[in-house]
């Protein structure tokens, strides 16, 4: 029986377009899920838009559209950034259709069958930017004499009758939660950031709007729709069609193993998520990760700062799979990270370019010369020959332990290093000399690097998908033989295996 894993990443608003932020949790979130696959998990990777909300009805009037109209368009924009990423979600979810309306409206029933949703009234400042309610002691003044919340967008005072969730009654059940699984959030510094929050006390919090017809209905009062990050969290249950039909093929999949979101979300997930899921009476998910911010050299990206970047111009300049690899790298998963494109192209110069593609031309052009464009029968292995091999059949556990926890970072560079040893093996065996007075040699070299390189293609599927297919299919590797339990000598690349003529993996920038 396949071990289910479920991955998600927080749903974007769909008040605008993707920027490199929403590129960046994408790509985290699918070399994770294919990491998985590739692993033998039976997973289910999901992302969406969230689609209800003041914002959205704001920026919609703004426009001069219905906050749906507005919804579709930026939809599109996302799924068509998924795309473009090739990103391996299973599912797309939109919190304005159907099956996540419904599966809503029953977790607010649960809810109140638990007796934790009450009326009361709200007075207190309200950031529309954040969609967050605040206290006044979590704002402040700005230089222009605005009220703004702690991230610095503009809160506004609002007066009106609301429904609270009685988040209170979970202060001890969430901390004992949080004590209990250290590791529930990732990384350390937002557990401990987490667990000084719950322990500051809990509060109730507002759970319905009023005065808004854009969200979703609370049920038996239709003058009042969902707070839209109710509705919003709502998401990860409705994609397993749980509270819909629980006997439902879907439903293994709750609760997920793997919440993917940023770092200014946290609270939300590590916090009011699980008090609301406690209440329905929902098994908990088993991690919450929250990774850094991208920035644009050193500063935070904003519309008004006028320095965002769109994933889709570095793709049409770099390539995907190069955005990927820099994006993954670069940045420490988990910590904030620069994004520009100088580094962008430092990086795949020098790791993909010079390192992973140049080694995949330089082997397979030998090959198509000297061997018939075959994979050459191996003579003795030497010592050498036999450590760069075991070495790459070690490349699968260490780089797990690093996903297992969420170094994403780390587990790339160690494929990179193994690379970066197979191209120093290559300049130290100098096969190109071999070829004209030591053939039999030159078929070992060459069988040996090849073997690697079948291993780090196998290794590269996660993170960089296209280029790794690439050289599978030059090595013609099977589809069904790409996964990791074939990192191994039994399934070692057999001799006779027609190679292909070496394409340009990545080009040089
Ligand atoms: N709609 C909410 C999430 C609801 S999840 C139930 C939301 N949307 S968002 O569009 O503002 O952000 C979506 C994700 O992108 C969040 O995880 C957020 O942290 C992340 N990022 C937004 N800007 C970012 C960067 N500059 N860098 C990295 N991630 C960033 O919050």
């Keep these: 029986m396949q071990h289910p894993f479920y991955v998600t990443t927080a749903i974007a608003y769909a008040n605008g377009g993707p920027h490199i932020g929403h590129a960046y949790e994408l790509i985290a979130s699918d070399a994770v899920a294919r990491f998985n696959r590739l692993a033998g998990k039976d997973v289910l990777f999901l992302s969406g838009t969230d689609e209800h909300g003041k914002k959205m009805e704001r920026t919609a009037a703004a426009a001069g559209l219905t906050p749906l109209e507005l919804a579709n368009l930026n939809a599109k924009k996302f799924e068509d950034l998924l795309r473009a990423l090739c990103i391996s979600n299973d599912d797309f979810i939109r919190t304005t259709q159907e099956r996540h309306k419904d599966t809503a409206s029953r977790f607010w029933n649960l809810m109140c069958e638990s007796d934790d949703i009450y009326k009361g009234s709200y007075s207190g400042w309200y950031s529309v930017r954040d969609e967050a309610f605040y206290s006044e002691n979590e704002t402040f003044i700005n230089d222009d004499n605005s009220r703004c919340g702690p991230n610095g967008t503009e809160v506004e005072w609002i007066s009106e009758e609301t429904y609270f969730f009685r988040l209170s009654k979970y202060q001890d059940r969430v901390l004992g939660f949080l004590e209990q699984n250290p590791d529930f959030v990732g990384p350390k510094e937002r557990y401990n950031e987490v667990l000084s929050f719950v322990k500051s006390g809990l509060r109730d919090f507002s759970v319905s709007r009023a005065n808004s017809n854009w969200g979703i209905p609370v049920p038996n009062d239709p003058s009042h729709v969902m707070y839209v990050w109710v509705d919003a969290l709502v998401n990860y249950v409705t994609a397993t069609h749980y509270l819909l039909d629980i006997k439902n093929e879907k439903a293994i999949y709750w609760p997920a193993s793997l919440h993917v979101i940023g770092k200014d979300i946290i609270r939300f997930h590590a916090v009011y998520w699980i008090a609301l899921l406690m209440s329905a009476k929902l098994p ?200 990791f339990g074939t990192i191994n000598e039994a399934t070692r690349i057999r001799p006779g295996t027609s190679v292909c003529t070496p394409e340009a993996l990545f080009p040089r920038v």
């Design 284 to 483: 908990l998910p088993s991690k919450v990760f929250a990774h850094g911010f991208v920035l644009n050299k050193g500063e935070k990206m904003s519309k008004s700062l006028g320095n965002v970047i769109d994933p889709n111009m570095l793709i049409d300049r770099f390539g995907s799979d190069s955005v990927r690899y820099f994006l993954l790298r670069e940045i420490p998963f988990g910590q904030d990270g620069n994004c520009d494109e100088q580094l962008i192209a430092a990086r795949v110069n020098g790791d993909l370019a010079n390192g992973i593609g140049n080694l995949t031309s330089r082997s397979l052009s030998m090959i198509v010369k000297n061997c018939d464009s075959q994979i050459p029968q191996p003579g003795e292995f030497s010592n050498s020959d036999r450590k760069i091999i075991e070495q790459s059949y070690a490349l699968y556990p260490s780089v797990s332990k690093e996903m297992d926890s969420l170094q994403i970072h780390k587990a790339l560079s160690l494929i990179i290093q193994l690379a970066t040893e197979v191209d120093r093996y290559l300049t130290t065996e100098a096969p190109w000399l071999l070829s004209n007075n030591d053939r039999p040699r030159m078929n070992t070299v060459l069988y040996t690097a090849t073997e690697v390189l079948r291993v780090i293609g196998i290794m590269l599927q996660p993170f960089t998908p296209r280029a790794a297919g690439k050289i599978l299919d030059m090595l013609s590797i099977h589809q069904d033989r790409r996964h």
